[in-house]
Nanobody, 127 residues
Framework: QVQLVESGGGLVQAGGSLRLSCVVS????????MGWFRQAPGKERESGAA????????DYADSVKGRFTISRDNAKNTVYLQMNSLKTEDTAVYHC????????????????????WGQGTQVTVSS
């Protein structure tokens, strides 16, 4: 059974930084395309970033481009999201997700393509 566990969320002031981690167990992480999504209260789930397998192709939503960085460490079965210059509108629950069907160097920010999801970690940005 594939499990994804996020960590690293918390409360931070606007302009600050956080690094989220997502550890994947029970599957073949190195062959999964990975993504980060977020959902704020009362809003639809929004794509943030995606990274291919093997790493090398990355895609960002316009709302986070230039501020967030997605990366992966296959030796640790972990995908990261470095978030800098945080804004109050970044407040949301952040979920990582794994896509086991994506071809090498392929990415997608379409949530319906992802097979496995984590429970999420709360990020709150105060003004």
């Amino acid at each position: 059974q594939v499990q994804l566990v996020e960590s690293g969320g918390g409360l931070v002031q606007a302009g600050g930084s956080l690094r989220l981690s997502c550890v994947v167990s029970g599957g073949t992480f190195a062959s999964y395309s990975m993504g980060w999504f977020r959902q704020a209260p009362g809003k639809e789930r929004e794509s943030g970033a995606a990274i291919s397998w093997p790493g090398g192709r990355i895609d960002y939503a316009d709302s986070v481009k230039g501020r967030f960085t997605i990366s992966r460490d296959n030796a640790k079965n972990t995908v990261y999201l470095q978030m800098n210059s945080l804004k109050t509108e970044d407040t949301a629950v952040y979920h990582c997700a794994a896509d086991r069907h994506r071809l090498p160097f392929g990415t997608t920010r379409f949530a319906g393509s992802y097979d496995y999801w984590g429970q999420g970690t709360q990020v709150t940005v105060s003004s």
